[in-house]
């Protein structure tokens, strides 16, 4: 009876720990929340072709790599505010918050808009109060007190004021990331990303064939996304990043690492040089003789 009542106790205590051990790792379980937002329905400066369905995708794949994510599509103005200012407050919640938008984008007096619909100006000093200012997403995140912020821009189409605004630059200017944000652009600063011929942009298709590599940081992510724009479009277009990052993220984890097989690897040859016998030492060379000791040999001999 005592031996049973020890084992009873035992397994008690042992699922007790695992279940202590469980909900620690649901407490350090990462919480991730992602906006998206996509114009495409443009009708006084330029309809876009793949804005929503850049969305679209990145909703799916995002979804699959642990966030919570709002879907916004063809927003006007007020739309997009409260969306901003709504994400803001959750990401109050999470640990990781994601901010993209795909449409259109101009930088003035080098402060970056993001387009909404129904966009109407007469002049360059209307914009501040027709689009929305890039810095207002940072700002809202950056309130949340999250420990990490990704941004990503894919509004440097093209500039649909340009013609009417001449002193109006292409694309958008560079943004300093605020410490622990990481803010990647479709393009470089002052140029203009393309919108695709296929379903999504360049940018976008090849953050999706990314996604799901697992031991990709997000340096690395963009580093191999950089490398297929740059192949797709001919060089064309080069997109940038700004990084104040000060730990590491992976949008599907660390995984299976190169450094485990490398170290594996060095084990092994560690292993084999220990197995491996040491050289036997040479013999000591035998000391010379004197001349009494040479003239007695050459008698005895």
Not at 74 to 80: F, G, I
Not at 127 to 136: C, L, M, R
Not at 185 to 207: E, K, W
Request: one cysteine or more; aromatic letters at 6%.
């Amino acid at each position: 009876m005592k031996t049973i009542s020890l084992r009873l106790i035992c397994s008690l205590f042992v699922a007790a720990i695992s279940i202590m051990l469980l909900s620690a790792s649901d407490c350090l379980a990462q919480k991730r929340l992602a906006l998206l937002i996509g114009n495409s329905a443009y009708t006084k400066i330029g309809a876009l072709k793949n804005p929503v369905n850049d969305v679209v995708a990145m909703n799916r794949s995002l979804k699959k790599a642990g966030f919570d994510v709002i879907v916004v599509k063809n927003a006007d103005r007020n739309t997009m505010g409260r969306a901003i200012d709504d994400f803001g407050n959750r990401l109050k919640s999470y640990d990781v918050g994601l901010f993209y938008f795909s449409g259109h984008g101009l930088q003035v007096n080098g402060i970056n808009y993001l387009c909404p619909l129904g966009m109407s100006v007469q002049g360059q000093s209307d914009v501040q109060y027709e689009a929305i200012d890039a810095g207002k997403v940072l700002a809202k995140m950056e309130d949340a007190g999250n420990s990490m912020n990704i941004v990503i821009l894919d509004a440097c189409r093209n500039n649909p004021f340009k013609r009417s605004f001449r002193s109006m630059r292409n694309g958008l200017a560079q943004m300093d990331a605020p410490t622990g944000s990481f803010i990647a652009f479709a393009t470089a600063p002052g140029q203009t990303a393309l919108d695709g011929r296929g379903n999504n942009s360049p940018y976008v298709t090849h953050m999706l064939n990314n996604m799901n590599s697992k031991g990709l940081t997000i340096e690395q992510f963009f580093k191999k996304v950089r490398q297929g724009v740059l192949k797709d479009t001919s060089r064309k277009q080069v997109p940038w990043e700004s990084s104040s990052l000060v730990g590491d993220f992976y949008f599907s984890g660390k995984g299976s690492s190169g450094s485990s097989s490398s170290q594996a690897s060095s084990q092994s040859t560690t292993t084999q040089q220990q197995q491996t016998p040491p050289p036997a030492p040479k013999p000591k060379p035998k000391p010379k003789k004197n001349k009494d000791e040479q003239v007695m040999d050459m008698l005895l001999n």
